[in-house]
């Protein structure tokens, strides 16, 4: 077959068995790829088990920085025979397949718009290795080594990882590197090398990192001076749990005494774990907890409570395919009504949406401050794209003059001096945030009592319909000023005369503008485009959607929830916002994207735009 | 409706250690029915509270619903309170008690809170040994839905509805035991002598304390066939031991006959002094406080008084070894790295 070369550009997805210890080698492979300078964006693609099944990663190796998911596949390495009919299907013309050979491949399997490579593994490790487990593990080694040479990675940054990776346990050194050198000297002898798609040193990742959205949550959480964290396990928010314990215990034991500033809870399920955070935020501590979608249905009840009895508190919500169990390991965006109003009766709660690792840690850390600044709770949309993928991002940072915002809360002294008696639900500031005390503040003054019953400003149990409405009337005041105070969305315009606009949220942000900019150099096609990050909506948003004749909203769920929050909360026509929805549990790539939008954009002229005219 | 108690006290009311008097104590007016268990026991607890000197801010009361739920408003007014969610005090006790380990939480339930909807939380509270008491007003009836049987409701009891319940009931004393909580009692509301050195002895207890307190429901449960009406349960109330709680400062005074009494230092310095009124009963062995209660159910009887103490809790902030500082109070110093830390933290992740 004649091939054009083409270097650091690409997509290579790898076929597993899961259990298999395959993930360490794979993630050897990226971060090599990575160290040679050239952005990648890693993809786990996992079944809900623990050993046996199918389980795949894809990477995405683009110098350019595009980050998102690009669609398609260039080189497949397929390790499990179970999946190998549709991995040999899955690859586009002119793509390599990358097998194990130490079997014969079945002549059905066959394509001839593409290459198969065969590269022995098993049957080299079976003579260098006697352990069963080791010929598994090394295998896993080997096949890294042959796309060291297929590809050309650097060996010398091969063997410092292996380095830093057993560090501690340095005889492990010496047969992992005799396992790469094997599958790069077999490749080499077996095939030409290197094939079309190649890699070459680049300088484009300067001083970014490469960190999953979980670890950069629990991180945040650590710097945002969370100190309680109550929670259940749940696929796939559990790492931010695990991440937070792991820096805590790195950055909060005192070395003397062993003593903790910090206090994690495995709660018996969802509803004490979200309950535990509300009682250690009533009584003054910064704390949070993680869940996914069925954890959060679990949570509803509680939610209405911390809304209405005013509690700070901070909800880390990593979402899944759901509805009731869905996919639990696969990816969507689709709590975003759920997490909005959670609970019975007028409730709202703010909700801000991550895109990348870095705004994960920042977001963690703000949330903690909207808590306590609004006394309310504050819901941080991850998914499972963001939260258990690494993704390239920028380096995290902490301004240290920064100062966490306790919010409005009288100390024994202010309570002392105080000429009106205290009222926990007055608006003094008339911003809607009344003012409260901490238990045991204070020997006779500023008690009260908390309740989810309505009440009146000063804490007192009502039946009242108008001290009811005066109350509910307050936190809509206060939401009001919540609306000003939550992060702005990301608006990019094209400084070209646009009427049509494009709104994205979460781990769409990537591929979005990806397609934007392929849709600009390809088709002509310049848009708009605002990343919402943020509800409640800040202004940008409504106008936004204003100054454009339609908007195309991308999410990665069945029923356009962000679109519908949108219709709900303003007051344009429906008709302007045309929805764009992907979600068949694998992240949204820019090539479904860009096409939607140029045929979208493209069709008319001659026929009606139909609102959801984009299903996959 | 939350009445406020009238300010007029007795002016030579006495005053305990701290210069508090009762009224110190006191909450709003009860809005339950006259007559109703509960308020008694609201009463002990502010009795318990106003010998033992307890500095009224320094308690937290928490509650889930139901009209026990409601009885925290009517005790303690001076201290902060959370009436939370049905069947969940003790996830917001538990957070509340990560929070600041340096107060005190009385947490107040009631049968269908603790033994229905809330057995989950129940359960998983008495394992984790959370500091704190946690008091069972066990009526055996839904009361503020209007009398539907619980779940500690006796077989063949009979409420005001007229049906005998047929489902076998839950023993909260004994799934506590064998849960491994370190302090159960088990009480009557209309038994203030022995209420309230109960109460006191939890509150010196450290670690979890369950108290499950018999309190009569005068409008729904105290129908003559009912098993916890006040007639039936002074009838059948036999008790393990006669406690006296005396402060860590006074000398005990009472005499009691040589191998019938028995003297137990408690956490904080203060002792509990046991007259033993069943002689089998062996106040620091889980089995032995099983075997009684069921030796006694078999008789038909109700066993109360102080059935279980294990003076070598750990309560869960020492299994957690967590710093001494309540964790409400440390600030950015102590809890943020800084950012020459999360440089470190970014170059591990190049």
């Known amino acids: ?616 | 409706m939350s009445y406020s108690v009238p300010g007029f006290r007795h002016p030579n009311l006495p005053q305990n250690e701290l210069g508090y008097t009762t009224k110190d104590y006191e909450g709003r007016v009860s809005t339950l029915c006259a007559g109703c268990g509960h308020d008694s026991i609201s009463a002990a607890i502010i009795d318990a509270c106003f010998e033992m000197s307890i500095p009224p801010h320094r308690v937290a009361k928490l509650s889930g619903i139901g009209c026990s739920s409601k009885t925290p408003t009517y005790f303690l007014g001076n201290s902060h309170g959370f009436n939370s969610v049905h069947g969940r005090m003790p996830a917001v006790a538990t957070g509340a008690n990560m929070a600041n380990r340096n107060l005190l939480y009385i947490g107040v339930s009631g049968d269908g809170d603790t033994a229905s909807i809330g057995m989950g939380q129940f359960v998983h509270v008495v394992r984790r040994n959370v500091n704190m008491i946690y008091i069972c007003e066990n009526n055996g009836v839904y009361g503020l839905t209007k009398g539907q049987d619980s779940a500690t409701t006796d077989i063949g009891s009979v409420s005001k509805k007229g049906e005998p319940n047929a489902l076998e009931p839950i023993d909260l004393c004994s799934v506590a035991l064998q849960l491994g909580a370190t302090f159960v009692a088990n009480s009557f509301s209309g038994d203030k002598s022995q209420l309230v050195p109960i109460i006191q002895a939890a509150i010196a207890h450290k670690g979890f304390a369950f108290i499950n307190v018999i309190s009569p429901c005068v409008t729904f449960n105290n129908s003559p066939n009912s098993t916890k009406s006040y007639d039936y349960i002074r009838q059948h109330m036999a008790s393990s031991n006669a406690v006296d709680f005396v402060p860590p400062e006074e000398e005990i005074t009472t005499d009691y006959a040589p191998g019938t009494s028995e003297v137990v230092t408690m956490h904080d310095g203060s002792v509990i002094h046991l007259q033993k009124l069943d002689e089998k009963h062996d106040l620091h062995s889980r089995r032995s406080a099983l075997t009684l209660i069921n030796d006694y159910k078999a008789e038909g009887k109700v066993l109360t008084g102080l059935l279980f103490v294990d003076l070598d809790s750990q309560e869960i902030h020492e299994t957690m070894n967590t710093t001494a500082t309540p964790l409400r109070n440390l600030t950015e110093t102590e809890l943020c790295p800084g950012s020459e830390q999360l440089e470190k933290i970014n170059e591990i992740l190049r």
């Open chain 1, 1 to 616: 077959m004649k091939r054009d070369i083409k270097t650091n550009k690409f997509v290579i997805k790898f076929a597993n068995v899961n259990g298999t210890g395959s993930a360490s080698a794979n993630s050897l492979f990226s971060k090599a790829i990575f160290r040679m300078g050239i952005p990648i964006s890693p993809k786990n693609i996992f079944p809900s088990n623990i050993q046996g099944l199918p389980t795949w990663y894809e990477v995405r190796v683009n110098e350019n920085g595009f980050l998102g998911r690009r669609g398609g596949i260039d080189i497949m390495v397929c390790l499990n025979p179970q999946s190998m009919e549709r991995d040999v299907a899955e690859l586009q013309p002119g793509g390599y397949f990358i097998y194990d050979s130490s079997k014969p491949i079945d002549k059905i399997l066959l394509r001839n718009d593409i290459d198969f490579i065969g590269v022995p593994f098993m049957e080299h490790c079976r003579e260098a290795y006697k352990d069963a487990r080791h010929r598994q593990l090394f295998r896993n080694v080997m096949y890294v080594g042959s796309l060291a040479a297929l590809l050309d990675i650097e060996l010398d940054v091969l063997k410092g990882l292996i380095g830093e990776q057993f560090k501690g346990k340095e005889k492990l050194i010496a047969p992992n590197v005799k396992a790469l050198q094997m599958g790069y000297d077999v490749a080499k002898k077996l095939h030409e090398c290197p094939l079309a798609f190649r890699l070459s040193r680049r300088d484009k990742v300067g001083n970014r990192i490469l960190v999953d959205g979980n670890s950069a949550c629990g991180l945040g959480a650590v710097y945002g001076g969370a100190t309680v964290a109550g929670w259940y396990p749940i696929t796939p928010s559990t790492s931010v749990i695990d991440s937070f314990a792991k820096y805590c215990r790195k950055l909060r034991v005192d070395p003397e005494t062993g003593e903790k500033n910090f206090a994690i809870v495995q709660a018996e399920d969802e509803l004490a774990a979200i309950g535990m955070v509300i009682g250690a935020s009533w009584n003054g501590a910064r704390a949070f907890t993680a869940t996914s979608g069925p954890g959060l249905s679990l949570m509803n009840e509680f939610l209405g409570l911390a809304y209405f009895a005013e509690i700070p508190s901070v909800l880390v919500n990593v979402q899944r395919a759901g509805p009731s169990t869905g996919m639990p390991t696969r990816t969507q965006q689709s709590d975003v009504l759920y997490s909005a109003y959670a609970s019975h009766g007028d409730t709202k709660h703010i909700c801000l949406y991550p895109s990348t690792p870095k705004e994960c840690f920042e977001f963690t850390a703000t949330a903690l401050d909207l808590a306590e600044h609004f006394q309310t709770p504050v819901l941080v949309l991850s998914d499972l794209d963001l939260g258990m993928n690494e993704h390239m991002s920028e380096p995290l940072e902490w301004d240290d003059e920064r100062t966490y915002d306790r919010g409005k809360v009288f100390t024994a002294d202010d309570l002392e001096t105080m000429e009106e008696p205290f009222g926990r639900y007055l608006d003094i500031d008339a911003d809607g945030i009344p003012y409260r005390t901490l238990p045991g503040a204070h020997p006779t003054k500023g008690a009260y009592f908390t309740r989810g019953t309505s009440k009146d400003e000063y804490a007192t149990y009502t039946e009242d319909g108008k001290k009811y409405v005066d109350n509910m009337e307050r936190l809509q005041r206060k939401w009001e000023t919540a609306r000003h105070n939550v992060p702005k969305p990301d608006i990019r315009t094209t400084g070209k005369p646009c009427n049509v606009g494009v709104i994205y949220y979460g781990t769409s942000e990537a591929s979005t503008l990806e397609a934007l900019h392929h849709l600009d150099r390809l088709h002509g096609i310049s848009l708009d485009s605002l990343g919402i990050k943020a509800f409640p909506f800040s202004d940008e948003v409504e106008d936004f959607i204003e100054q454009h004749e339609y908007v195309f909203v991308v999410e990665q769920n069945r029923d356009a929830q962000m679109r519908t929050l949108l219709i709900n909360e303003f007051e344009f026509t429906p008709h302007k916002l045309i929805s764009l929805l992907h979600y068949d549990g694998s992240p949204i790539t820019a090539r479904f994207i860009r096409h939607i939008i140029r045929d979208n954009i493209l069709q008319t002229a001659t026929a009606p735009r139909t609102r959801r005219s984009s299903r996959k």
